[in-house]
């Protein structure tokens, strides 16, 4: 992997030349105050010393809603337009690790049409970051799965080209880039926000956070989830809203929904769903979850066990989303291994 140095100077500079390989989208503040994945009209409103957005980039690769297949005068028609092409600029390594997992599910064969359209149309541009106590990634960002990552260094950023379509973006950002002094190597300083992050990060720890790691394989569904008594406590608490899902990198529930049309066509649309939701258990006859214990569980064996094909697979990166934005602050770190324990 080669390695390059780019000037702070030259950052905007840069960012045109991404904007050759696809549209390009980054941490931007909404009018609403949210820290989200916008397209950049204006490089200056980037956010480069952002915690996390809300919605993670899988919106990128799983849109909210899509169509699947339609009927229409006598025949049936594929859904899926040729997704524009992408450069998502600035992704966390856990939202990169995320990406890598929904690859794992979404491309393994058969691969998912639609998704590995979108998929191959994504740029990846990765960028260090300061972890706040929501997170607990065991990353370093260093082998972070992207195209081209920017760790923070003196005066600039280091720049690790990872693929060969990051060595395409090197080449044409040639005027920008420079060789890499390994001198400076280790004299890392935060870059000054072009503008001021919008997450609301509490400065000290809140009450009953704590800094838990995630060591695969340190996770025994039988010992430390099916009977643990912080179950009932998080059922009591939860409120059943899904913010945790709807916000988390690797989580990609979907539902299949029919739509006829009075015209007599027909829509089959794919669409978020949400194991957290009651009736996303329901089948003809029963409810495979139907108690609130059982949905929490369920998500949370799903995210730290894996089920087949990924058995055993953690898909929690730690980015630290579902204990944020939870409104009643269920906490999953209380079921995880203390830091050094
Ligand atoms: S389970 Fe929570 S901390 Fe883990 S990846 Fe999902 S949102 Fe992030
Ligand atoms: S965000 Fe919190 S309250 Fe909402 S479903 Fe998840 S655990 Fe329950």
Same mark, same amino acid.
């Given at each position: ?90 992704? =966390?390594?856990?939202?990169? +690790? ?68 990051? +060595? ?19 004299? /890392? ?6 503008? /001021? ?12 956070? /704590? ?16 009977? =643990?008594?912080?179950?009932? +406590? ?43 939701? /009651?009736?996303?258990? +329901? ?18 064996? =799903? ?39």
């Amino acid at each position: 992997m080669a390695t390059m140095f780019l000037k702070e100077s030259l950052l905007g500079e840069f960012l045109e030349t991404l904007r050759l390989f696809g549209e390009l989208a980054g941490p931007t503040l909404s009018v609403q105050g949210v820290t989200v994945l916008a397209p950049v009209t204006d490089p200056s409103l980037l956010l480069l010393d952002y915690k996390r957005t809300q919605i993670p980039p899988k919106k990128y690769l799983l849109p909210f809603r899509e169509k699947v297949i339609s009927f229409s005068k006598g025949g049936y028609h594929n859904g899926g337009d040729e997704p524009a092409r992408t450069v998502l600029f600035a992704i =966390h390594p856990c939202d990169l +690790e995320g990406i890598a997992y929904l690859d794992r599910v979404f491309l393994a064969d058969p691969a998912d049409p639609g998704y590995a359209r979108r998929r191959s149309g994504l740029t990846l541009v990765g960028i260090s970051c300061e972890p706040d106590d929501f997170c607990f990634c065991s990353g370093t960002g260093e082998a972070a799965p992207c195209d081209l990552f920017l760790n923070r260094a003196e005066g600039g950023f280091e720049v690790t080209l990872s693929t060969a379509r990051g +060595e395409e973006i090197a080449a044409a950002a040639r005027g920008c880039l420079t060789a890499f002094d390994s001198a400076s190597k280790g004299k /890392k300083s935060p870059l000054p926000p072009l503008r /001021k992050g919008g997450d609301v990060v509490p400065a000290v720890r809140p009450q009953g956070l /704590k800094r838990a790691t995630l060591v695969p394989g340190s996770v025994d569904p039988e010992l430390r989830f099916s009977g =643990h008594p912080l179950w009932e +406590e998080f059922a009591r608490r939860c409120v059943g809203c899904g913010a945790c899902s709807v916000c988390c990198p690797t989580c990609y529930c979907f539902d299949l929904r029919e739509y006829p049309e009075l015209t007599g066509g027909h829509r089959r649309m794919r669409e978020w769903d949400n194991c957290l939701f /009651k009736n996303h258990g +329901e089948v003809a006859g029963g409810n495979f979850r139907p108690e609130r214990l059982d949905r929490l569980r369920y998500r949370f064996l =799903h995210k730290f066990c894996g089920f087949s094909p990924l058995e055993g697979m953690s898909s929690c990166v730690g980015c630290g989303r579902c204990r944020q934005f939870c409104p009643v602050d269920i906490d999953l770190r209380e079921l995880l291994p203390e830091e050094g324990s």
